[in-house]
């Protein structure tokens, strides 16, 4: 499992490098043909291959910027009561351990202090929260070449993906951040206790 996930970047660099090739190619064939397909196939693959490379840029920046060092006290990520019973709605517990993890080792409390898994969480975020975003900027492209089913299909997916690992984020760092209350207090209760026990006996620690 951690084999397979440490794989993901070479994953999608690869994918972001087919995209752009053939985002290129059906670009330079419609330019000599002028046929309507390869003008598809060419918004197509260009679209896709916006994602994955803004994707690695925003990833690249806000890394630059935060270096996992967030301030995880900060309003914007408090989980309220009403949130956490959304997320039991959802059902997040059942299905956030089947999620990829592009950098397994941040999460890894075999080699963070869980202080620094939360902050990293926080930030991991704020970079899907801007992704999300963003993936509603080929939208406009539609004024130009029309073909709005595309961007809007495609920015919809891309932007709920992203969606989904925000709720990760909060769901589990809530937990996290419980627990560190706990120990400042130099307080644990049973529920403590056992949920630490789970999160550092956990097999795939990127997913706690």
């Not at 000599?32 to 291959?49: D, P, V």
């Not at 351990?97 to 990293?120: C, G, V």
């Not at 299909?153 to 969606?163: K, N, Y």
């Amino acid at each position: 499992m951690m084999e397979m996930k440490s794989r993901l970047p070479q994953i999608i660099y690869t994918l972001t490098a087919i995209l752009t090739a053939g985002t290129v190619a059906t670009t330079i064939l419609y330019q000599s043909t002028s046929k309507e397909i390869l003008l598809t196939l060419a918004i197509t693959f260009g679209t896709c291959a916006y994602h994955f490379i803004m994707r690695l840029l925003v990833g690249s920046i806000v890394n630059s910027i935060l270096h996992n060092k967030v301030d995880c006290c900060k309003r914007w990520f408090q989980v309220s009561e009403s949130e956490k019973k959304i997320y039991e709605k959802l059902g997040v517990k059942k299905w956030k351990n089947k999620m990829p993890t592009y950098r397994p080792d941040w999460f890894d409390p075999r080699l963070h202090s869980w202080k620094e898994i939360a902050q990293t969480m926080c930030q991991s975020e704020v970079g899907h929260e801007i992704i999300a975003v963003l993936s509603f900027l080929p939208v406009f492209a539609g004024i130009k070449f029309g073909a709005y089913p595309v961007f809007i299909i495609t920015s919809i997916v891309s932007a709920g993906m992203d969606l989904i690992f925000v709720i990760m984020q909060r769901y589990n760092r809530q937990r996290i951040m419980r627990i560190l209350a706990a120990k400042s207090k130099n307080v644990y209760t049973a529920k403590n206790v056992k949920m630490l026990t789970t999160l550092t006996s956990s097999k795939d620690q990127s997913k706690i």
